[in-house]
């Protein structure tokens, strides 16, 4: 059983290009939360997903982000313009979805340079 | 909403010393209570949690914590720290929102450094 797979691993974007993230959860699994993380920062939570719903995105900028998690697929996390600022490590993690509280595995991450 | 915090940016032991780091969460009901760890460049492991019962839980690589209603706190421990512990020591919170909806708070997080 595959852990939580995030690609690519590192993406480099000049300013003003687009980034795509993706995250494939863990088999069985069908939440999926996004966080970014900066130095001294620790983790930011950003959108937390179910399969083709959003249930919170408090942590998400209003612009130039967006997240989705289809039904067939991986969740995507795009950015739109990308400026300095983006630049980060942005994980996912994933859960399943039982009634039951269960913990959350975490990918690699994607660290994104913009330059 | 729910918060936690880790007081200890930095901490620096010898290898074979005992560890203690600090976790402290701010929530209105019993709290789902989480440490991870992240090595560099890495993602996060889980290292334990705490869902209820028995109040001391015990982890991999010989962790433990303990959660104390009265103190609000789930500090982490280990009695020998070894080299391949240094690492950057993360304290998470769950939250039920309603169903089977969750949502995971992190602290700062805490960098271990080993000194032999």
Redesign the interface.
Known sequence: NAG?M?NPRHLVRRRGQEARLRCSPMKGHS?V?W?RQLP????K?MV?L?KENI??ESGMPKERFSAEFPKEGPSILRIQQVVRGDSAAY?C?TRQ???R?T???????TRLTVV | AQSVTQPDIHITVSEGASLELRCNYSYGATPYLFWYVQSPGQGLQLLLKYFSGDTLVQGIKGFEAEFKRSQSSFNLRKPSVHWSDAAEYFCAVGAVGGGSNYKLTFGKGTLLTVNP
């Not at chain 1, 001294?40 to 983790?43: I, P, R, S, Y």
């Not at chain 1, 913990?103 to 991450?109: H, I, L, Y």
């Open positions: 939580v995030q939440h939360y966080y001294e920062e620790g983790l939570f937390y179910q249930i919170d994980f993690a979805g039982t009634m509280f913990e959350a595995f975490f990918g690699q991450g």
